[in-house]
């Protein structure tokens, strides 16, 4: 039996090799223990997204659950992560299971753990599951028709719930009825068939079943959206952008121009409309790979600020706790106060496209507005896939300071909350971190200018690699 542990978000895996029907059993059982133990509510909803072997990892994990006398909310469809985790709220349920490998490629799944309040589940809990997952095989015992004729299993349609739940928060007419026409790209995920159902006439990329990806990682990020870019770009300012990743909980955006739209600038603009616009209060809390002008935009307004490991779930902690306004993370995962403690992509989109329908602005003109505030600024980021003994030394010399200058780059102070973070100027920054979902090392800039934060990245890729 292979040791299985849980990452930043969850338990990844690359299919028929680590990822298994016996390996999710085993992580399945974990959880019912957990829930037996701990959970007021002897309950867990189950969801799966659009890859390969959702519904058969789903139904496993769901004969392991009623095997151990947990009720089971089974997903009548796929669903997305927001989906869950709003069901485990409405549903009171002891726990959340989301069989997802969320933007990884499409050869990975995975198994997210989600908390009765509607967030990932907290550290600690992620921890304790884990330190009770069986080191021997565990019997997947039993019928779906036996269960739910026993009452254990209920099948519930979370797509449904979740679509009631966002036209009753949203004023989906003023959208609908505003100059606004949306380019959506689902990347394939989980999210293609909520907008069809809210928006009128949206432009659809990417809304169909392809466990594949067609080979593209279902990540938000410019490089792979460039078909939805060309879209924007082609309708010569007509058309708006939005994407979400694999199960929907991440999001990126485009303006009328097709210039992408990061998750910096996006929970930047979230701040300024729920504050200036809505009037609503709270600290921020942001990871730690999320750009520095959000402390200067909220020193402006008058919020506090914490800054957390990377991982949504030390943001959804703060969240369940204290009164946030907005929690997002630098990978597009990004809360708002008013709904659950969980990044949605959908929700925040939503967010946005109702700031431009209320104002008569265009995406360009609500980033200018906050730009007037804390001025212009680029972000990238780099994604190395470096053999392990490398990418260990790396981070062996980062915390022995072996680095006294990248280049011409010489750092005027040093951040090591989770990776290290080189501050370069008030305005300049890199960051240099191993991911915790994949075999990465991930190099992030943030400049002034595009070009500067080209030079930033190759400047110190260089450096790392020679």
């Known amino acids: 039996m292979i040791k299985i542990n849980f990452g930043t978000d969850g338990w990844r895996a690359i299919i028929a090799q680590d990822y298994t029907v016996e390996n999710v059993a085993r992580v399945s059982k ?30 496993t994990a769901a004969k392991v659950f009623c095997a151990n006398g947990v009720k089971v909310f089974l997903s009548k469809n796929f669903s997305s992560t927001p989906m869950v985790s709003l069901g485990c709220v409405q549903l009171n349920a002891g726990m959340g299971v989301v069989i997802t490998a969320s933007h990884n490629p499409p ?37 779906l028709e036996e269960y739910a004729a026993n009452g254990l299993i209920e099948y519930v349609d979370l797509e449904a719930n979740y679509i009631e739940h966002v036209k009753k928060n949203f004023d989906l007419k003023a959208i609908n009825e505003s100059e606004i026409h949306l380019a959506y790209d689902a990347m394939y995920g989980a999210g293609q068939n909520v907008i069809r159902q809210i928006i009128s006439s949206p432009l659809l990329l990417h809304c169909d079943y392809n466990p594949s990806f067609k080979g593209t990682p279902p990540e938000p990020l410019d490089r792979n959206l460039q078909e939805l870019a060309m879209t924007i770009k082609s309708a010569n300012g007509k058309l708006t952008g939005l994407a979400t ?46 750009s520095e002008k959000v402390r200067k935009l909220c020193a402006k307004y008058n ?164």
């Open 245 to 290: 990743d694999g199960d929907a909980d991440r999001i990126g955006m485009y303006d009328e121009d097709g210039n992408f739209v990061d998750a910096h600038h996006i929970i930047l603009l979230l701040i300024h409309y729920l504050s200036q616009y809505k009037k609503m209060t709270g600290k921020v809390v942001i990871a730690f790979s999320v």
């Open 30 to 59: 974990a959880t019912a223990d957990w829930i037996n133990a701990n959970a007021k509510n002897k309950s867990v909803v189950i969801g799966y997204d659009c890859r390969f072997g959702g519904q058969l990892f789903s139904e």
């Open 107 to 143: 050869s990975y799944n995975g198994f997210k753990l989600k908390g009765n309040h509607g967030g990932p589940s907290s550290p600690a809990i992620v921890k304790e599951v884990e330190d009770m997952i069986p080191d021997s095989v565990v019997e997947v015992k039993g019928s």
């Open 303 to 466: 919020f506090p600020v914490e800054v957390t490991k990377i991982g949504f779930k030390y943001i959804s902690d703060k969240m369940v706790n204290e009164d946030v306004l907005v929690g997002g993370e630098e990978s597009g995962g990004i809360a708002v106060k008013g709904h659950i403690p969980e990044r949605d992509g959908i929700w925040d989109g939503l967010v946005l496209l109702e700031f431009m329908a209320k104002t008569g602005k265009t995406m360009k003109q609500i980033i200018q507005e906050v730009y007037d505030v804390v001025g212009a600024f680029y972000f990238d980021r780099l994604d190395l896939h470096l053999k392990e003994s490398l990418k260990q030394q790396i981070i062996k010399n980062c915390s022995e300071k072996k680095y006294s200058a990248f280049g011409k780059y010489k750092p005027l102070r040093t951040e090591d909350i989770d990776g290290f973070k080189y501050h370069l100027s008030e305005n300049e920054w890199f960051m240099i971190r191993p991911s915790g979902t994949e075999p990465l090392l991930r190099v992030y800039a943030e400049a002034p200018t595009k070009q500067g934060v080209a030079e930033i990245l190759e400047t110190v890729k260089n450096v790392l690699l020679n």
